[in-house]
């Protein structure tokens, strides 16, 4: 079978438990597999070498910066950017080997992810189809320089793919909020370091908004406990976000 002309970038750091998974979904498949990885210190790099044709080792300065660096090693001009915790079925390695062949319009093709908690597919509260802009000609595809949630830069039309990708995004309640915690301190420092103005107030309003609108509007609770606790926990980031904001200012007017 005739490797789909497409790099496949992903970006790791102590990924032992995923990296495999992750890469055997496109080994034999993709043209090439490249993984640049952030100083693990488990097996992750040990593990990508079996399957992937270029490992890469390059400390993190900030998401946007590493990802854009990552990108620009890859030989294609398609990339095809995952995560370690994601992975490809083979209905979309088919859809998107067509779509490359057959596609004169685009520049960039979202595709539907499917997250999961644990073994559940939690498929309320705006968690699915969560389109994810993965699949780009990397000369007209840029990341935000920033450290957490980098905007897209790009130059060209989007499409809209239709089959999944699957997306373990948290092994349980514990992990989950060891993710919100890192994320509100990326978010933090990324509100210091841009100069934005946060208030408290609007940081509770923002809070108090996103609990009803995910879990009523959005229908997490057909998704029973599982969907009141994801709409819950994504409700307290704003509030935690703000607060880590408040200490770092704090500090700063101390010094």
Known sequence: MDKTLVSVVVITKNEENNIAECLLSVHGWADEIIVVDDESTDRTVELSEKYADKVFHRRMDNEGTHRNWAYAQAKNEWVLSLDSDERITPELRDEISQVLKE????????????????????????????????????????????EVHPRVFLDGETGYLTKNMIHYSYRDFSHFLAKLNGQTTLEAKKWVQTGRQMSFGRAVWRTMDRFPRSYIRKKAYKDGFIG????????????????????????????
């Open 103 to 146: 596609n004169k319009i685009y520049h960039a093709f979202t595709i539907p992810r499917r997250n999961y908690l644990g073994d559940y597919w939690v498929k309320f509260g705006g968690q699915y189809p969560a389109a994810q802009l993965r699949l780009f000609l990397k000369d007209h595809f840029k990341y935000e320089e920033v």
């Open 228 to 255: 009141f606790m994801v709409s819950f926990f994504a409700s307290l980031y704003q509030i935690i976000s703000y607060a880590k904001y408040w200490e770092m200012k704090q500090r700063i007017k101390e010094k």
